[in-house]
């Protein structure tokens, strides 16, 4: 399948204002994203879709492709999904969609989401990593049940599989997965998805990915071995990050 890469990027962020356009080693946290995910050669052709000229401006002066949408959109999901729809975009079979503000995503992770749709595995595909039985507590921390073929059962915010009895801790230690918000779609699933109504576990857990799989839409999950990178919400996560980069360009 030939694959489309779409970056939503909405400048209205509350806890981090402006956050697609604050700086990353002295580039607009959006072009980093742009960046790391056309170096990873995973998709034909890559777009940031923003709500705002302001951003567009910023990331076209860097060199890349840029679709402004609609400012009503509830999520990412739907940003995406309206990038798809248009003409240009039409011979694309399948779109991963990439956080804005996930500079250091795992090129594993956006890699073994859209395989698992391009090769026709899954009409939806998702990404994991396997992490420590710290995370289950911790409820800004999403995790991922999957089934026997790798298909997603359920998603929470809760310490989910839930250790009832003790005996059972390294069976359950070897399935913590903690989600990778990446998401690989079917151009077919992508539009059921979207005209799907909110359902009431995804008004629940605060959670979109919830919508499809209560519908019956199959979700693959692809699972990693390498710890996910924390996301960029706050002012401190900006700090963070702008060391981490500095480490790691620099060692």
Known sequence: MRTLAVIPARLGATRLPRKPLRLLAGLPLVVRVWQRVTEMAVAERCVVATDSDEVAIAVRAHGAEVVLTREDHPSGTDRVAEVAARREFSSFEAIVNVQ?????????????????VADGAFPLGTAAARASRDVLDNPNVVKVVAD???????????PIPFLRDSADASTQASRVWQHIGVYAYSRAALDCWVRLSVHPLERIERLEQLRPLAAGLRMGVAVIDEPPHPGIDTEDDLARANRDWTAITTG
């Open 100 to 116: 804005g503000d996930e500079p250091f995503v795992s090129a594993q992770a956006v890699a073994g989401a859209t395989g698992l």
């Open 148 to 158: 026997d073929r790798g298909s997603a059962l359920y998603f929470s915010r809760a």
